[in-house]
């Protein structure tokens, strides 16, 4: 069965986020995609110290939800972050998270398909939905869009409940979702996966 990983980003276990999260789970699964959420935001979860032992090990130093998480993310078939606006930014316990989930994990991530939400209580939506997106766009992940940027407005659940459009936006998001994945899953065996280089850092020297 496809599959899809729901990354909560903020503290609260039940607020914003995870009220736009279960409407594209609930999108998800309406289309026969399983889904699971994992609560990130508020573990005690640190940042990157760019040791580098993950190119060795194929796992993070720090042995904690990250790596949990690695052999999830590896069986899913697409993933969803979900975070809260922080001065017009991603909370950064879910920074944390992600900046160690993606460098520290070696598996292919190709034609996995990623998607990002985000909750305000009014601004700093669209770049925090930047700042989400470039994990996929680093990682050969193609991203599931929908009418409108992926934002909900509220301070609480029943506001963000309030936010008709958001919610919206959160279904269709659900939707193209779901077609993605499993238009992939067929292109895969039609056609196989894209063929790769070998990769050539340059790091900017001449
Ligand atoms: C530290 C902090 C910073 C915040 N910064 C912003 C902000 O820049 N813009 C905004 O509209 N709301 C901001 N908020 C409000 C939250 O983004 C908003 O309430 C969100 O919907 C909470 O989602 P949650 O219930 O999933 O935690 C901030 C809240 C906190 C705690």
């Known amino acids: 069965m ?19 999260l279960t409407e594209v789970a609930s999108t998800l699964e309406a289309e026969g995609i399983e889904t699971e959420l994992i609560h990130v935001g508020h573990k005690d979860i640190r940042g990157c110290i760019g040791c580098r032992k993950c190119h060795t090990t194929g796992k993070c130093v720090f042995d904690d939800l990250v790596n949990e998480t690695a052999s999830k993310f590896e069986e899913s078939d697409g993933i969803v972050i979900g975070s809260p606006v922080y001065y ?15 460098y520290s994990t070696s598996f292919d991530k190709s034609m996995k398909v990623g998607a990002s939400l985000v909750s305000a209580r009014r601004g700093g ?6 700042e989400l997106n ?9 991203i599931a869009s929908s009418q409108y940027w992926n934002q909900v407005h509220g301070n609480t659940p029943e506001e963000v409940k309030k936010d008709i459009e958001g919610c919206q936006i959160m279904r269709t998001l659900g939707r193209n979702m779901a077609f993605l994945i499993k238009s992939i899953a067929l292109g895969k065996e039609k ?9 050539t850092p340059t790091n900017f020297i001449r």
């Not at 056609?191 to 990769?199: A, N, Q, R």
Request: aromatic content about 14%; glycine content about 6%; some cysteine.
């Open 2 to 20: 496809m599959k899809v990983l729901l990354i909560n980003g903020s503290p609260n276990a039940k607020g914003c986020t995870y009220t736009a």
């Open 88 to 102: 017009a930014s991603a909370n950064g316990t879910l920074i944390s998270f992600l900046d160690r989930l993606f």
């Open 125 to 130: 939506c669209t770049a925090t939905f930047d």
């Open 134 to 142: 470039k994990y996929f766009t680093i990682s050969n992940m193609p």
């Open 191 to 199: 056609y196989g996966l894209p063929e790769k280089e070998p990769f």
